[in-house]
């Protein structure tokens, strides 16, 4: 089993992270609005905060970014992406395992948001108990889903 630990992002973890967003997410991106470098990176460094990101280290590597919002009355996962070699090896899980652990300590639901098209993102969540609770966004394109400590 790998060794996963997460540290604070800084601010010289923006190119990791933007790179790290078009290898993990590049191709869902194209699906829907197209890939367009100089827009892609004008959105990252729109939402890029070193405050609130966390990396995802594996065995002493950079491997993924994990976006955690503690709001009033859910827990929103903002954001949970690993580097394509990465995937696959049950890292994702037990990040997910961590966070609804967090969630169920503050007695409060785990929400997300997952793009319509990555439908292997959807299984996954699915699997690790997730319920899809409506979609949003232009065509619909966003699905909510929804980990409720009510199980």
Not at 63 to 87: F, H, M, S, T, W
């Amino acid at each position: 089993m790998s060794a996963i630990s997460l540290r604070p992002a800084t601010p010289a973890d923006s190119e990791f992270c933007f790179q790290l967003h078009k290898a993990a997410m590049g191709d869902y991106v194209a699906a829907i609005w197209g890939w367009d470098d100089e827009d892609q990176r004008g959105y990252h460094e729109r939402g890029f905060d070193p405050a609130r990101w966390q990396i995802v280290v594996v065995d002493g590597t950079d491997a993924g970014i994990l976006v955690v919002e503690y709001r009033a009355n859910e827990v929103y996962l903002g954001r949970i992406e690993l580097d394509p070699r990465y995937q696959g090896r049950g890292i994702g899980a037990q990040l997910i395992r961590s966070v609804v652990d967090i969630a169920a300590r503050r007695d409060q639901d785990l929400v997300l948001d997952v793009l319509a098209v990555n439908t292997r993102a959807q299984a996954f969540y699915q699997r690790h108990g997730f319920q899809e609770t409506g979609r949003h966004g232009e065509n619909d394109r966003k699905i909510r889903m929804r980990f409720s400590r009510q199980r």
